[in-house]
């Protein structure tokens, strides 16, 4: 067992019933901390700066008390000595300047090494050295795209809603889909295998629009390449998150390709989606983030039943469903991570008396 409420709770050992809690971009515009040293560099210029990143990634730890850290940097980030053009636009997303979309394109796409991820290296290993600093043991997450989300970005060019040119590719030359999805694969292992190597101590990979595709498709064309990034960050003894937005009906395909914990969005109670993973995986969620709004009485039941149901499963990572919006006001996740820390066991510990 480790001194880390999050890595027993990832590991299955959740102690005690101490429920453990992050948010999916809990660095970000929310904080006005975050808005001041941002101003004036761009995102993927912050993203290539180690003590920026650092500074940044320690943001919501100094101010929550949340019990993990989540590296600062972006899912395009690893595109970019693979040798893609990307901007990442403000209020838009990542911009392709040429999105890949024949062979040609999917052949420009470099293969990286860890040393093209020297500045990342580098500031994961600040953010290490300040979390060591904290009484508690609070570990840093790496993350990456997995190859799916982050072939959606390339073959659109940008945000889509349909992911009409995605799709049409994946069916449409099935080989070319494969090759360009290894590539990614090659290229998210990289990126997570040099943040695990300068300290992390978990991973999450991003699957975040795969829900948009049919059980079977996931099956035929996203799941292998998704299982060959968790099947290598396995061989380095890390706790493997794997998170997507509107996936109940792919949590067991998401689970079975190799994760530890499944990240579960806001449509399906948690106490459900341990139901359709067979009670086999650590869950992780799943406040519906439009929800930080409410009042307050009003949203800290919606937390307490995120709690209750998250008991079902063999452990439970509090988390939000999807990402902290822009305008989150940052006391009220205060409040809920010191609710989360103070009513959690008893809340975990009733439900499961409740349960036979
Ligand atoms: O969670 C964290 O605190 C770590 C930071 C993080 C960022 N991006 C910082 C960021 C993480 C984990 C990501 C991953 C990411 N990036 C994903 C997967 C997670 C998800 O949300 O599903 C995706 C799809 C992207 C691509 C991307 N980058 C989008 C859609 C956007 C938003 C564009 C916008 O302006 O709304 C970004 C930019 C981005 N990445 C910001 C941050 C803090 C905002 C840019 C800014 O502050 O100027």
Redesign the pocket.
């Known amino acids: 067992m480790s001194a880390s409420a999050f890595l027993n709770a990832a590991t299955r050992q959740q102690h005690d019933d101490r429920v453990p809690v992050w948010f999916?971009?809990?660095?970000?515009?929310s904080l006005p901390e975050y808005r001041e040293v941002?101003a004036g560099t761009s995102?993927l210029e912050s993203c290539h700066d180690p003590a920026l990143v650092c500074e940044i990634t320690m943001q919501p730890v100094r101010r929550h008390d949340v019990d993990a850290a989540?590296?600062?940097?972006?899912?395009?980030v690893p595109l970019q000595p693979a040798g893609v053009a990307v901007d990442?636009v403000?209020?838009?997303?990542?911009v392709i300047a040429e999105p890949i979309r024949d062979a040609a394109g999917v052949d420009r796409l470099r293969s990286v090494t860890e040393d093209d991820f020297a500045d990342i290296a580098e500031a994961a290993g600040l953010v290490v050295a300040e979390l060591a600093g904290y009484a508690d043991d609070k570990p840093l997450i790496g993350?990456a795209?997995a190859p799916f989300?982050l072939a959606s970005y390339l073959i659109e060019g940008g945000?889509s809603k349909d992911y009409a040119r995605t799709k049409s590719l994946m069916v449409g030359d099935p080989q070319l889909w494969h090759r360009l999805c290894e590539r990614l694969a090659q290229i998210s292992t990289t990126f997570l295998s040099a943040q695990v190597h300068a300290g992390a101590r978990a991973v999450q990979l991003?699957d975040?629009w795969a829900g948009s595709l049919p059980l079977a498709d996931y099956q035929e064309f996203v799941q292998p390449h998704s299982a060959a990034v968790l099947a290598a960050l396995g061989e380095l003894d890390v706790p493997r998150i794997h998170f997507g937005?509107g996936t109940g009906e792919l949590l067991l395909a998401m689970g079975q390709a190799g994760a530890d914990v499944v990240g579960v969005d806001w449509r399906i109670p948690l106490a459900e989606a341990n139901r359709r993973l067979g009670g086999a995986y650590v869950l992780q969620g799943n406040l519906d983030p439009a929800l930080l709004g409410a009042p307050w009485p009003v949203l800290a039941e919606r937390v307490r039943a995120v709690i209750r149901s998250g008991a079902a499963a063999p452990a439970h990572i509090f988390n939000l469903g999807?990402?902290v919006p822009?305008t989150a006001d940052p006391d009220v996740l205060g409040r809920i991570v010191e609710l989360v820390h103070t009513e959690g066991p008893a809340l975990r510990a009733e439900a499961r008396e409740g349960r036979p």
Request: glycine share 16%; aromatic share 12%.
């Open positions: 999916m971009r809990q660095a970000g515009r941002r995102m989540i590296f600062f940097s972006d899912i395009m990442i403000a209020g838009r997303g990542p993350f795209g989300t945000p991003f975040s937005v999807h990402g822009p």
